[in-house]
């Protein structure tokens, strides 16, 4: 099945700063989505980016299908962008194929 | 439109005891996926249903069960708790064709 990858697993930012948090996947995919996970559980949907760019906001992802890999851009961090980023894929099945996620922590 | 809600928020069990947890689908969505996430993982796939049959499933013994009801809402059924079931579980639904999955707060099962 396919292979999700997350790098870093752990970044620790000072509010205001940038940062990328990559995914790489080991097959071609018709589904890609970024997720925030806040302190209560819930996946908010980021981005819906099987390849292209989007942005909204601070946030902005890039997919390069035809290379497997996305990249979630955050600018100008604030506290509450703390928690776990997920990227999720989706190839020929019904299931979405998470990696084991990016833990962000913005300081004050 | 109304999110995806899951309830009860919180669940204490006993090994062996059985469980069900709910949930209602995004309006205009028809198909509701399962997954469970154990602490510091991702989620993981338990399975999907559309049209009230299961048409996905992930590697999940048998004594995970569900159900997809009419109005799409559904229930995930685990029998014969073990104490590794502990996790946060997950709902997801979506409307076939339009790819992108919207998750709901999910159930956090403690077994005990």
């Known amino acids: 099945g396919i292979q999700v990858e997350q790098s870093p697993p752990d970044l620790i930012l000072q509010e205001g700063a940038n940062s990328t948090l990559r995914c790489n996947f080991s097959?071609?995919?018709?589904?890609l989505q970024w997720f925030h996970q806040n302190p209560w559980g819930q996946l908010i949907n980021l981005f819906y980016?099987?390849?292209g760019t989007k942005q909204n906001g601070r946030l902005s992802a890039t997919t390069v299908a035809t290379e497997r890999y996305s990249l979630l851009y955050i600018s100008s961090s604030q506290t509450t962008d703390s928690g776990v980023y997920f990227c999720?894929?989706?190839?020929?099945?019904?299931?979405?194929?998470f990696g084991k996620g990016t833990k962000l922590t913005v300081n004050p | 439109e109304t999110g995806v809600t899951q309830s009860p928020t919180h669940l204490i069990k006993t090994r062996g005891q059985q469980v069900t947890l709910r949930c209602s689908s995004q309006?205009?969505?028809?198909?509701v996926s399962w997954y469970q996430q154990a602490l510091g993982q991702g989620p993981q796939f338990i399975f999907q249903?559309?049209?009230?049959?299961?048409?996905g499933r992930g590697n999940f013994p048998p004594r995970f069960s569900g159900l997809q009801f009419p109005n799409y809402s559904s229930e995930l059924n685990v029998n014969a708790l073990e104490l590794d079931d502990s996790a946060l579980y997950l709902c997801?639904?979506?409307?076939?064709?339009?790819?992108?999955?919207?998750f709901g707060s999910g159930t956090r099962l403690t077994v005990v």
């Open positions: 997801a639904s979506s409307f076939t064709g339009s790819n992108g999955y919207t």
């Open positions: 097959d071609s995919v018709n589904n």
């Open positions: 980016i099987p390849s």
């Open positions: 999720a894929v989706q190839g020929g099945s019904e299931k979405l194929v």
């Open positions: 309006s205009g969505h028809n198909t």
């Open positions: 249903y559309y049209r009230e049959e299961e048409n």
